[in-house]
């Protein structure tokens, strides 16, 4: 079931219909001012980045000036996992359940009272 796009001769609209039968004869109308001279036009399309490649893209903590890097938590996890990859550690399950959440965007409970606080700063 494709999914063509066409923009109005007229009005200059841009819609989408979904064509359920391609054996049936189809003639577009503009759904805004009832014209039938539609010119088909090229389809958008999504690129859906891996989790490597976002991770790829946002780099080190090092290459982000102030504390931007750590307010996103998935950030967290990473930095996490690889400061034990570097030290030839395995991860404790119960540190690699909050890296999942993390990724999901759940900042870790004993965190989130640090929320606003910088990752920087001295604590007594």
């Known amino acids: 079931m494709p999914i063509y796009e066409f923009v109005c001769q007229n009005c200059h609209r841009r819609m989408s219909f979904l064509i359920r039968d391609i054996s049936t004869p189809f003639v577009p ?3 805004s001012c009832g014209n039938i001279n539609l010119c ?10 891996s989790l490597k490649t976002v991770w790829e893209e946002s780099g ?3 290459m982000h000036p102030g504390d931007d890097y ?3 938590p ?6 996490v996992e690889k ?3 570097d030290m030839g550690q395995e991860i404790p399950s119960q540190i690699q ?6 990724r999901e965007g759940v900042l870790p409970e004993p965190l989130k009272d640090l929320g606003s606080a910088s990752p920087t700063a001295a604590y007594d």
């Open 60 to 62: 080190e903590p090092t």
């Open 74 to 79: 998935r950030n967290i996890g990473r930095w």
């Open 40 to 49: 088909r036009v090229i389809s958008g399309f999504a690129y859906h980045k």
């Open 83 to 85: 400061k034990f990859q």
């Open 29 to 31: 109308k503009c759904s």
């Open 97 to 102: 359940d909050k890296i999942q959440a993390a």
């Open 70 to 72: 750590y307010r996103d």
